[in-house]
């Protein structure tokens, strides 16, 4: 058994900041969410809601074009902005200063998008969280990697994992080849399953919420929304890692006796987060 660091209430309880009675919208956080290409804009859809309803004060899309009025027409609370390419993106340009940034649910990994995405990272300064696509494409580029700003997370599900860091002969190789990925390259890594397990340098968390009920469609997308909304309102990024996967988890213990495992889909998470928060007041 490798030890770890169990993510409960408790541990919550370090961490989690109410929210401030003379806030705004303004220093609540914003948070952009770049994603989307034809046919898997919902990805962005879900990490974008998610976002919002995880507290940040603003949140943008950054879409291909094809996006646009999906997105409006979903969450109008969300601000849209588009890339030049209709199905893919292909520049990413943008004139706001986000305080996060959430990369990759749905954005495939067309020639142009990769492209980009190096360019991104070359110029970028925002904390970021890079999920899916985005760390199939640094899979396929890892010299990428040291472009990445230090504590940057991660949050790959296995098969994600198993690119980034070659396959394992042992849940203990897994482990430590995540730990060496961890400290090597100075980011924090969220490796989905069941449980979710947080490593940080030599640190190991493990997720104590969450069931079945999570594996579904879209169901990481709005953990991507959530942890970047965390980060943007100013956690630091262990503590929106550690508290975005218990909140997550959280919401489908509380819905599973209404919806039952079966009827549980995505946005379910993002329906729960409400109750999800009042468990920690
Ligand atoms: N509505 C939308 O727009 C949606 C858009 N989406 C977007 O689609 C893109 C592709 O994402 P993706 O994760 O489906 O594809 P991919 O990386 O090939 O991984 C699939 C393979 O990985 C494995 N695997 C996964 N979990 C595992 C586990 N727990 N434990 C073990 N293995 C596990 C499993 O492999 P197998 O077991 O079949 O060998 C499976 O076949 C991405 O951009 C995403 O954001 C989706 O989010 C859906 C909703
Ligand atoms: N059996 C399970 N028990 C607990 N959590 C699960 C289970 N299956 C999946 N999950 C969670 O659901 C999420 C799935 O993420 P991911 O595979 O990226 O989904 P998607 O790409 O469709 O959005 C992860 O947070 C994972 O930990
Ligand atoms: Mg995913």
């Known amino acids: ?3 770890s660091i169990p993510i409960d209430k408790n541990e919550m309880l370090k961490y989690y900041k109410p929210i401030a009675i003379d806030t705004h919208k303004g220093i609540q956080g914003h948070a952009l969410i770049i994603g989307g290409s034809y046919g898997k804009i919902g990805a962005v859809c879900l990490s974008s809601k998610a976002a919002l309803k995880a507290g940040c004060g603003l949140v943008t899309a950054f879409v291909p074009r094809c996006g646009y009025e999906i997105v409006q027409i979903a ?4 601000m849209v902005l588009t890339d030049v390419k ?15 940034i959430g990369i990759g649910p749905g954005i495939g990994q ?12 070359k110029n970028n300064k925002a904390p970021l969280v890079i999920d899916a696509d985005a760390l199939n494409i640094l899979s396929k580029n890892k010299a990428w990697f ?3 700003p230090s504590r940057s997370i991660l949050t790959p599900h296995p098969k994600e994992l198993e690119r980034l860091i070659g396959e394992w002969n042992s849940e203990e190789e897994k482990f430590e080849k995540t730990i060496s990925f961890s400290m090597q390259y100075h980011v924090v890594v969220v490796m989905k399953g069941a449980p979710t397990h947080i490593i940080d340098g030599q640190t190991i968390y493990k997720n104590t919420t969450g069931n079945p009920a999570l594996a579904t469609a879209g169901s990481g997308d709005v953990l991507t929304g959530i942890i970047t909304s965390l980060l943007a309102q100013g956690y630091e990024p262990l503590q929106a890692a550690i ?3 218990y909140l997550h988890g959280l919401t489908a213990d509380i819905a599973v006796p209404k919806t039952g495992f079966q009827s549980f889909v995505a946005s379910d998470i993002i329906d729960h987060l409400g109750a999800a928060f009042l468990s920690l007041e």
């Open 75 to 78: 969450i109008p609370e969300v």
């Open 110 to 121: 067309d020639e142009l998008t990769q492209k980009t995405f190096l360019k991104f990272l």
């Open 146 to 148: 040291l472009l990445l």
């Open 1 to 3: 058994m490798i030890p």
């Open 86 to 100: 209709k199905k893919c993106i292909s520049n990413i340009s943008f004139d706001i200063q986000p305080d996060a």
């Open 243 to 245: 508290l975005g996967v």
